[in-house]
């Protein structure tokens, strides 16, 4: 391709790197049942682990990556569990976006599980931190990046991983309830010196964009009205603290916001990420009222609060369904937007690169990652991280086919059916449980299901 071909430039896909960052929870999600389950698990309790844990797997961000690990280890060491062990640790290859090393380690300990000699009683401690710290590509650290169908530009994505480690006494002090303004806006002032910081009821808004107070308002009132939306919607709600959304004017201040802020090293092309463990967003915007962005990390950010397991073409299907949207009362409405125009272009260069109905929700997370970029801190990948453009045609088809389940009235339930899967509660395979769960909404085969996408976005798309 040449560099002064006619190109469309389109913000491409997000990771929120919440979920799997984390190695300590927020204090609303049963703190006591979690470390006391972890300090079984490393003391080979496995059968007071697994009931300490079970309960906090239920509670507010309790579907978390180590805690599965820890769950699924702990089975395979009880002979009454071990099956249903063997299921979590498939579930985690499945569910979680889990960086090459920590996708290694699972799958050694799942060839334990199903061997038939008797597990090993040890487990490295080392081994949590390796899964728990996993950070999917520019989403889970949640990003948008850039991609220029019909240009010789590299896709530059990849993992976002720890330069350092923040202290785990500075990162709960960042968190702080509701109803403390005054606390608010001090600590956030002390911690990004420089920025406009308003507080308002649900939000603290800073500022280095250059934003007018009245603008900022508008913002928040919006945002809270969106998180409104989505708990009466989908049940998903946030604790009872304030989320700190930080807004910077370039890409280049994101990844120096990121560093300082939470010792993360981010791909140049992020353009915005959530974090759980402090609550907060940051995103690159102008001065003016634009909220995509942030509409899309919130709804990372949020559900991961009851549904961290959530499948990849789903969160990042309806994060990025919402970031393009608009009010009908109290409901919040997708509207087609520029990512059906790449996966358009991208099917007239290269037909057969649109993966299949099937073929998205049976992905795995690194589907949607080009990790070679981060191979320094990781493990070499056994397999070839996917060519820019599959990425992009994967990350518009997720988007496009939340649109068309809104549009066939299915999107609600299906996302709850989803949500109540378990491990150890289907088939053994959650992919497959997954693509029945949308058979019997749609009252068809997957196959036709995708037929029938195809068709209906060529419609909306106006594709002969």
């Not at 919006?222 to 009872?240: H, K, M, T, V, W």
């Not at 191979?375 to 994967?394: I, Y």
């Not at 339930?413 to 289907?426: E, I, R």
């Amino acid at each position: 391709m040449h560099r002064n071909a006619q190109y469309i430039k389109v913000a491409l896909g997000v990771l929120s790197l919440i979920a799997l960052l984390m190695t300590i929870p927020l204090p609303a999600a049963g703190e006591d049942d979690y470390e006391s389950g972890q300090e079984h698990w490393k003391q080979g309790n496995y059968r007071d682990a697994y009931t300490c844990l079970m309960r906090h797997r239920e509670k507010l961000y309790g579907r978390m990556a180590d805690v599965d690990y820890m769950l699924g280890t702990s089975g395979c060491r009880l002979d009454d569990l071990r099956g249903w062990g063997c299921e979590v640790l498939e579930w985690m290859l499945y569910r979680y976006a889990l960086s090459e090393q920590a996708r290694c380690i699972v799958r050694e300990e799942l060839s334990r599980c199903r061997a038939v000699d008797p597990v090993p009683a040890s487990i490295s401690p080392e081994s949590i931190k390796a899964v728990a710290s996993i950070i999917g590509a520019s989403t889970h650290a949640s990003g948008k990046t850039y991609y220029w169908v019909g240009k010789d530009e590299i896709f530059n994505s990849y993992p976002a991983y720890r330069l350092r480690e923040i202290p785990k006494q500075e990162m709960k002090d960042r968190i702080i309830p509701l109803g403390n303004p005054e606390r608010a806006f001090s600590a956030t002032q002390a911690r990004v010196p420089g920025f406009k910081v308003i507080p308002f009821d649900r939000f603290v808004l800073a500022s280095r964009s250059g934003h007018s107070a009245e603008t900022m308002n508008r913002m928040a009132l919006y945002l809270d009205r969106y998180l409104r939306f989505l708990e009466s919607e989908y049940g998903i709600r946030l604790p009872a603290t304030f989320v700190s959304v930080y807004m910077v004017p370039t890409s280049d201040d994101v990844i120096k916001l990121a560093e300082r802020l939470h010792g993360l090293k981010v791909s140049r092309a992020t353009f915005g990420y959530s974090f759980r463990d402090d609550m907060s967003v940051v995103a690159a915007i102008s001065n003016q009222f634009l909220v995509g962005t942030i509409m899309h990390e919130l709804f990372h950010l949020a559900v991961k609060s009851h549904f961290g397991d959530v499948p990849q073409w789903l969160d990042e299907g309806m994060a990025g369904l919402y970031e393009v949207s608009k009010f009908e009362g109290d409901q919040v409405i997708g509207l087609p937007n520029w990512r059906g125009k790449v996966l358009s272009q991208l099917m007239k260069n290269r037909p057969g690169i649109r993966p299949s109905i099937k073929q998205l929700i049976a992905s795995h997370w690194f589907a949607f990652e080009q990790y070679e970029y981060a191979k320094a801190l990781q493990m070499d990948p056994a397999e070839d991280s996917p060519p820019a453009e599959r990425m992009a045609a994967m990350l518009a088809t997720a988007r496009y086919f939340t649109l068309y389940l809104q549009h066939t009235e299915k999107l609600k339930a299906v996302y709850h059916d989803l949500q109540k899967l378990t491990p150890g509660g289907g088939t053994k395979d959650p992919a497959t449980d997954s693509i029945a769960v949308i058979e019997s909404h749609l009252h068809r085969s997957i196959d036709d299901i995708d037929s029938d996408f195809l068709a209906w976005f060529k419609q909306v798309e106006k594709i002969q």
